[in-house]
């Protein structure tokens, strides 16, 4: 059974704190995403990752970075958390071929 | 940035109606995906369809991709509670690597017993 887990469920951090939410598959996926939800905008890509070290900016990347070390795992880094970052995010991953996304529970961030 | 636009944003139905949403766009798409979110959880993948005017059934939930490849619609016959959710349609331009999908604003269906 695929897999994708996130670190936190719920999250609550002050303006100003740096923050890390990790993502890790067991599918051996070239491709890894992350994405914030928000009510009435869908799901907006943040980062992408298609090999280890290797990421790409998604369409709303200012305020975020991200880290891929290992093949498996995708992390997203706020390094000063405002409170218009408060979102569930979500992570995903892919393989090379078909591009059926794996998503993860989601982590609902909530900054003060 | 291609864009999806997804109608209606909220259904809100009883048991045994029939309902259909709808993910357009002015762009090509080389394939479109639907998938459920239930809350608490993370997006699961319904169908992916490829061909333009393909369709495909799902017991009662029929997908329908646009001649164009512009366009889709998801409609299900006979909802029932179980069917609650936000639906999202995503496509995938032509010409994207990496496996990236543009997803459209959901649809937050209630089905009501």
């Known amino acids: 059974d695929v897999k994708v887990t996130q670190s936190s469920r719920y999250l609550v951090k002050r303006t100003g704190e740096k923050v890390f939410l990790e993502c890790v598959q067991d599918?051996?996926?070239?491709?890894m995403f992350w994405y914030r939800q928000d009510p009435g905008l869908g799901l907006r890509l943040i980062y992408f990752s298609y090999d280890v070290k290797m990421k790409e900016k998604g369409d709303i990347p200012e305020g975020y970075s991200v880290s891929r070390e290992k093949k498996e795992r995708f992390s997203l880094i706020l390094e000063s958390a405002s409170t218009n970052q408060t979102s569930m995010y979500l992570c995903?991953?892919?393989?090379?071929?078909?591009?059926?996304?794996?998503f993860g529970p989601g982590t609902r961030l909530l900054v003060l | 940035t291609q864009l999806l636009e997804q109608s209606p944003q909220f259904l809100s139905i009883q048991e045994g109606e029939n309902l259909t949403v709808y993910c357009n766009s002015s762009s090509v798409f080389s394939s479109l995906q639907w998938y459920r979110q239930e809350p608490g959880e993370g997006p699961v993948l319904l169908v992916t369809?490829?061909?333009?005017?393909e369709v495909k059934k799902l017991k009662r939930l029929t997908f329908q991709f646009g001649d164009a490849r512009k366009d889709s619609s998801l409609h299900i016959t006979a909802a029932q509670p179980g069917d609650t959710g936000l639906y999202l349609c995503?496509?995938?331009?032509?010409?994207?690597?990496?496996?990236?999908?543009?997803f459209g604003q959901g649809t937050i269906l209630t089905v009501h017993p």
């Open positions: 995903a991953s892919s393989g090379s071929g078909p591009e059926t996304q794996y």
């Open positions: 369809v490829v061909t333009g005017g």
């Open positions: 995503a496509g995938r331009p032509g010409g994207t690597s990496y496996g990236k999908l543009t």
């Open positions: 599918m051996d996926h070239e491709n």
